[in-house]
């Protein structure tokens, strides 16, 4: 694992986003607050949508076939759906041209960049990212151009991968604001998978174990804990089958804890129960302290 400083300046004239939702629209946004690119092209299927973000300022121009909006691309972001992802990029590389560059916004990465890397030749121009940033709202009209400030953003490029692809595409995640981190797929979704996907899957089951009888004598504490439970379903849904295996031995590595809190409980143990609350606490403690978002 290694981190990049952040770094500024003009990047090139035309960024194409492909997907400007939440995600897409953010970078729309912050690539404009900082001047990054001269042309900021949305690509999607809803021309109703696309225009919309073209009103809102969102985006400068729209085009509902990808292809047309790579072949003029110094920079294309991929922001759809990560089971989408694979195919966009195999089918806009392809279209990039001499000098442009390829990168995602995908929660998982491991299936992207090995199908990626089985239908590239090495020397390929795409990058994996992953920005730890988000909402569990969704659409242009939620973005936020300073959404990326500060936030990690992991990169997972690879021995096929070119040189000069990685550096330009660390240069823009960090021109966002972001703080780099680069390691390799696998390992990325091993440890997203505990501390991103596992906690959307524990918030979903705790909300949908509340009844609505009782919902209205649940406060900040259920709020708190369930927040990102509101995220779109068919989104997550992507992001776990995509992550599967890892998120289920993430899964089963927390039934352990929930299950030794559960055992100290029913046993009326409360030195074992102190103890390993104590820990969780300790660690949720230690996270609020390192992070700076």
């Known amino acids: 694992m290694k981190t990049i400083a952040s770094a500024t300046g003009k990047l ?33 299927r809803n021309p109703q949508r696309l225009q919309q973000a073209v009103e809102q300022g969102v985006i400068d121009e729209y085009a509902c076939h990808g292809s047309e909006a790579a072949a003029q691309a110094d920079l294309i972001v991929v922001c759809t759906p990560v089971e989408q992802i694979a195919e966009d990029v195999l089918e806009l590389h392809a279209c990039l041209p001499a000098g442009g560059v390829i990168t995602d916004a995908g929660s998982t990465k491991g299936g992207i960049c090995r199908r990626v890397r089985d239908g590239l030749e090495t020397g390929h121009r795409f990058v994996g990212a ?11 009209e939620y973005a936020q151009a300073d959404l990326f400030e500060e936030a990690v953003v992991i990169l997972t490029p690879d021995d096929s991968t070119a040189p000069f692809a990685a550096e330009r595409v660390a240069e823009f995640w960090s021109s966002l604001g972001g703080r780099l981190v680069t ?8 440890i997203l998978a505990m501390t991103s996907h596992l906690p959307h899957l524990v918030s979903s089951a705790l909300a949908a ?23 779109d379903p068919r989104l997550w849904t992507s992001i776990f089958m995509e992550n599967a295996d890892a998120t289920i031995h993430a899964a089963e590595e927390f039934l352990l804890r929930f299950q030794a809190l559960l055992s100290a409980l029913k046993d009326r143990q409360p030195e074992r ?18 992070n700076t978002r």
């Not at 004239?13 to 997907?19: D, K, L, W």
């Not at 992953?130 to 242009?140: D, Q, R, T, V, Y």
């Not at 390691?183 to 091993?190: I, K």
Request: net charge positive; aromatic share 4%; proline share 2%.
């Open 209 to 231: 174990s509340v009844t609505e009888r009782d919902l209205p004598l649940a406060a900040t504490g259920f709020g708190d804990t369930t927040r990102i439970a509101a995220g």
């Open 183 to 190: 390691m390799g797929a696998a390992e990325h979704d091993l």
């Open 12 to 44: 090139g004239t035309t960024i194409v986003i492909v997907g400007v939702g939440l995600i897409g629209g953010s970078i729309a946004r912050a690539v404009r607050s900082r001047g990054l690119f001269e042309r900021i092209i949305g690509v999607g």
């Open 130 to 140: 992953h920005p730890l940033a988000g909402s569990e709202k969704s659409g242009f």
């Open 273 to 290: 129960l102190h103890s390993l609350l104590s820990t969780g606490k300790q660690h949720r403690d230690l996270w609020q302290q390192t």
